[in-house]
């Protein structure tokens, strides 16, 4: 199983950006996709989460600015960023929760990263 994430650059503080992360390979099923982030000298935090069911959840940092979404057919999620901050500037890391064969168990799987930097 890869996950491959693409999409990030530079924009200016105020833009948008939209990453794109498909996941390939033998699967099964993909319960939860979603996104973390890691800035230059800080640890990984969560910032959103979306269920096959359609559940979503957002870090508090980047709710009303950031949309999750995900195309089941295509095993792939999305982040549509908006409004977009210096400190969002982070090394986003796309994250599937998949099960490979059927009754056999859920693995996380991470993406490579694709940066994101946010300047004027």
């Known amino acids: 199983v890869q996950l491959q994430a693409s999409g990030g650059g530079l924009v200016q503080p105020g833009g948008s950006l939209r990453l794109s992360c498909a996941a390939s390979?033998?699967?099964?099923?993909?319960?939860?996709m979603g996104w973390y982030r890691q800035a230059p000298g800080k640890q990984r935090e969560f910032v959103a989460i979306?269920?096959?069911?359609?559940?979503?959840n957002y870090a508090d940092s980047v709710k009303g600015r950031f949309t999750i979404s995900r195309d089941n057919a295509k095993n792939t999620v999305y982040l549509q960023m908006g409004s977009l901050k210096p400190e969002d500037t982070a090394v986003y890391y796309c994250?599937?929760?998949?099960?490979?064969?059927?009754?056999?168990?859920?693995?996380?799987?991470w993406g490579q990263g694709t940066l994101v930097t946010v300047s004027s």
């Open positions: 994250y599937a929760v998949i099960r490979r064969r059927n009754g056999g168990p859920s693995y996380d799987y």
């Open positions: 390979g033998s699967i099964f099923s993909i319960s939860a």
């Open positions: 979306r269920t096959s069911g359609g559940g979503t």
